[in-house]
């Protein structure tokens, strides 16, 4: 797993390829600096070969790694594997998910979110409504096939947290019941979850 802080030029990232339109410069710089990061950790990474699926995921046909790629504002971040099937997501805390969070949180998930032990709140907290909304991305991204409903098919049982860092044990129930793992960090007014196995 690596995060790049994105703070160099575009002219930094020319070695990798852009493998589809983008016009927004942001954007642009986003994707390129995930695939740099690619490269980064594995040296011999085929990054010309990445395919985009139908639900936007990038992959590889032959699967020779597993990979997710996150990036928000300033910040890109990949999780690669040779053996697991990954997922990562990187979240700016944000108030506008606590306008949602009836569409992603049962109220059982919100009544956690309010008693993490050691951190419990009257109401809810951007903090912890963004790390729900980045575990529960991580698993979408887990997954990859697209037809995922995050509140119906992937559950929040537990969460604990110490020194900004954390662990969520998860459900997915879409095919049966996964039991899931992902691990997440705050760091500069963002969250960090990933999946790398199964628990």
Request: charged letters at 25%.
């Amino acid at each position: 797993m690596a995060i790049w802080h994105i703070e160099e030029t575009e002219g930094f990232f020319l070695s990798v390829p852009l493998q589809r339109e983008i016009t927004h410069p942001s954007k642009r710089l986003q994707h390129l600096a995930g695939r740099y990061l690619l490269k980064a950790l594995y040296p011999d990474f085929p990054y010309e070969l990445i395919k985009i699926a139908a639900t936007r995921k990038p992959f590889l046909t032959n699967e020779a790694y597993h990979f997710s790629i996150s990036h928000c504002g300033k910040y890109a971040a990949v999780l690669v594997s040779s053996e697991y099937r990954v997922g990562i997501d990187i979240e700016l805390f944000s108030h506008k998910v606590n306008l949602v969070r009836d569409k992603f949180l049962n109220n059982w998930e919100q009544d956690l979110l309010r008693n993490i032990p050691g951190h419990a709140l009257p109401t809810l907290d951007d903090k912890y409504l963004t790390a729900a909304w980045s575990i529960k991305e991580a698993v979408y991204k887990w997954d990859g096939d697209g037809l995922v409903d995050f509140k119906e098919h992937i559950h929040i049982n537990s969460i604990s947290i110490e020194d900004e860092k954390g662990i969520a044990h998860c459900q997915f129930l879409r095919d049966g019941n996964i039991e899931l793992k992902v691990e997440f960090i705050f760091f500069d007014n963002h969250c960090l979850s990933w999946i790398s196995r199964l628990t």
